[in-house]
Every structure is written in C-alpha cells, then in structure tokens.
C-alpha cells in the first residue's frame, strides 16, 4: 500500500487518539496472574494489543468483549496453548510473554510477522535462561520463533546494560515466579507502566532511583494471584505525538485529550518545547497513572541535541527528526543506538528518508544529525515500520509525500487515517 499526502493546512483540532498500546498489552497480560474477572475499558483494538488479547485466551483465558469493555477471566492454571502464540509485529508481546511463560510449567512457542521475526530476543532469552528458563529458537534463540519451556526459576540479581521496559517487564514478570526475592537494576528508569500497574494490583514490588539515576527493581515472588484490573487505559501520548509535531511545523494548535501525563512518557514534547514549541499539560485524573489533556501551539523551531533521557522518547524520535528537518540549525540525536533494533534501522531510514526529502542528514553509530531547511516531495520506502510511514506523512503536510508500505500504520494506530484527513489531503494506493 502506498499512501500519497498531497497537501495538507493549519489547523486547530482536538484529537483523541486511540487508546494506549502499552498499557492495553500489559492489561491483557497481566490479567493471566489475576484471581477474579479483570474490567478493562477504553483496550485498544488494533492488530497487534487484538493478538496479546488472543494469546491471553489461548493460555486458558476467558474473554468476554461487548464492543465498550473487555473483561477478562484468568483460569486457575495457565494452559499449554494447542497452537502458536502469534504475536504480529510487537516486540512488547513477544518479549513480555517471554517473561510470563518462562515460569509456567508447560511448552509453548512465540512467532510474529516477518519484521518481528528479524529482531533481536537474546536480550530477553539469555537473562531468562540464566535463572532456569528453557528458551531455544532461530540463531541460538536470538530470533523468532521461540520455543519456550516454562518451569521453576530461580531468584535472581541482574543489571541490565541496556534501558528497556520490555527487558525489565520480561524479568519482572519472571522474578513474581521465582524462588526467592529478585533484583533488577537498569542504567536509568525506562518507562515504568508495568511497576506502577503490577504493585496497583498488589505485586510487592518497589523502586529506587539511585543518585547516578540507575533504577533498582526489587521483586518479591507471588504468594497468592493478583487483584483483578478495573482500568479505562488512557490514550496514547505516543501515537498523539504525530499530531503534536503537525502543529509544531505548521504553526497551528493541536488539543490532544486524554493522554496519559506519566513522565516517561512525554519526554518528547518537552523536547518539542526546547525547540520553541508553546505546549500546556492539563492534569485530570491520577490513579493507575496520570491523565490529562496537551495543548501544542506551532511556533518557530529552532534545533536542539538529544542525547539524555532517550529511553523515554526511543519511540517518538522518527516524528521528533520531521520537526528537527525545518527547525533553524542544526539538531543531534546521541545515545539512541537503540533505534537500530525497531521494526527497522530506524537511525538508516530516517537519515535516508530526510535526505530524500532535500533535507542534509547524517549518520552515526548511535545516532544522527540534521541541519534544518525547507523539505520537498519524495518518494520514501519505510520498510514496513508504522513510525517511519507515519512521520514522514506529517512531514508531507508541507511538501506532499509518496510513502510506500504504509499497511504498516494500520497494525500499530488504526485511527491515524481519520485524524490524519481533519490536516491534510491524502490518497490511498493499493497495489494489489
């Protein structure tokens, strides 16, 4: 599928984006460790939170989904699924559950489609496997599919080099099974949705923020099930951020509702705010987590480096290099090798993209710099990664843009065609 942007306005919108996919995979996941019915309202319904949902109901699960709210059923005992865990294009379900699955008694394999299958899973698998997991798969269990044979794990005390939610819930999730009290220790606090949503279930888990901004994870095994869920997921900051860096580059105002305000989670608009963007966040509810509206207001951008924090933006910097590409000056991305291991090299891609586009972009091991100036139309292959196709659709809105297999986009953010038609012309080809 390719997606043509033709043109696209300033505006003033309100956008209310689909709901976050975090929390709704964690929702559908955690509830496996529940005793009682989990009541989940707002679950996003997008291919890839639909899958952990379905995997959830292959391990003995029931679900029950009358279109508003989903509730959700933990049987008694996890079951050996008759079939594949399919996990789509999420690293989030696949690793997740790799830490789940690794302290149940039974077999199962993890596959996702042919973008997950390319990415790495050592990271996840070796640290299991040092505690007692059995886990093998493609490239000594480096690469999907996965087998994993779930059973007794031990207690354990790792730190991790890398900042990864989905390493720290993947170990998290195997220290709630062990034998014994486990800790975790990782180089600064990644997104914390798993420790802030497990201890609001009853999970015996704390965190230390240490003055080198190391974070501790100290996890004490289950002595009984969790209590159920009751949650309406926020939506999600990081979906909404397209939206927020179409205001910015086009000098109009974007109103994005219900978001939620967890700090490790918007540390990309406050990057948009160094840049010269005017942004207010409104704060409504704080329960599970912080909840509010963020209004952006499009001002003249102007460049910036980004080299702190990154794990907390790992997400949004595709969308964050479209606003550096017509800031004045130059901008620097340091810190972010991470990006190389998405649903694609996204450090490549982007630099490659922005160079399409007229823009001056180069490359580093870790990162990337781009020098500002005005962008025009370009032919751009986002190899099947939803961010890519979606960032450079915002940056389309000033230049038009051809994006080729922007399929992707439905997998991970079914509303953005909806939101993206209230700012711009677009097209839609389909090659078959």
Known sequence: ??????????????????ADKSISHRCAIFSLLTSGQNVIKNYLRAEDTLNSLKIAESLGAKVEDDGETIKIEAPKKLQEANDVLYCGNSGTTIRIYMGLLAGIDGFFVLTGDRYLRKRPMARVANPLRSIGAKIDG?????????AVRGGELKSFDYESKIASAQVKSALILAGLNADGESHYKEPFLSRDHTERMLKGMGAEIETKINDDLSCEVFIKPLSKPLEPLVITVPNDPSSAFFFAVAAAITKSVAIIENVTLNPTRIEAYKVLEKMGAEIEYVEKENKYEPIGDIIVKGKELKGV??????????????????????????SVVKNAKELRVKESDRISTVVNGLRNCGIEANEFEDGYEIIGGTPKKAEIDSHGDHRIAMSFAILGLLCGMEIDKAESINTSFPGFFELFSKIADYRIIDEN
């Not at 907390?312 to 595709?318: A, G, M, R, S």
């Not at 969308?319 to 000056?329: C, R, S, W």
């Open 1 to 18: 599928m390719i997606l043509e942007v033709i043109s696209g306005k300033k505006f003033e919108e309100k956008f209310k984006v689909d």
């Open 138 to 146: 493609r490239d000594n269990g480096n690469l999907a599919p996965l």
């Open 305 to 330: 480096e980004v080299s702190k924090n990154i794990p907390w933006l790992i997400d949004e910097l595709p969308a964050l290099a479209m606003a550096m590409a017509v800031a004045e000056g130059k």
